[in-house]
């Protein structure tokens, strides 16, 4: 089983881009537009990692990255890194 990724980016762009590079390496890949609909996703299905983008208008990554529904997917975040272990 691959492992699930959700990407939220505000630039159609960058989740294409994401998006392609992340299925190349067979991970299952999930693209939304906005913080808001991070939280609607994470919601519907937890994803193992999250990709964020944290300049977005309306609810931000910083926002929607500190919620109580983005945080209980993955107890771990990017300041908290093990990558030694």
């Known amino acids: 089983m691959s492992m699930k990724i959700l990407v939220v980016d505000d630039d159609p762009c960058?989740?294409?881009l994401l998006d392609t590079l992340l299925r190349?390496?067979?991970y299952?890949?999930?693209c939304v537009e906005s913080?808001?609909?991070s939280l609607a996703a994470v919601a519907v299905e937890r994803p193992d990692?999250?990709?964020l983008d944290l300049m977005m208008p309306g609810?931000?990554?910083f926002r929607s990255g500190t919620?109580?529904?983005s945080r209980s997917c993955n107890p771990k975040h990017p300041g908290d890194?093990?990558?030694?272990a």
């Open 49 to 51: 990692a999250i990709l």
């Open 28 to 30: 299952a890949v999930r």
């Open 67 to 69: 919620t109580s529904e």
């Open 59 to 61: 609810m931000d990554g």
């Open 24 to 26: 190349n390496d067979d």
């Open 14 to 16: 960058n989740r294409k």
């Open 35 to 37: 913080g808001a609909a």
């Open 81 to 84: 890194h093990d990558y030694g």
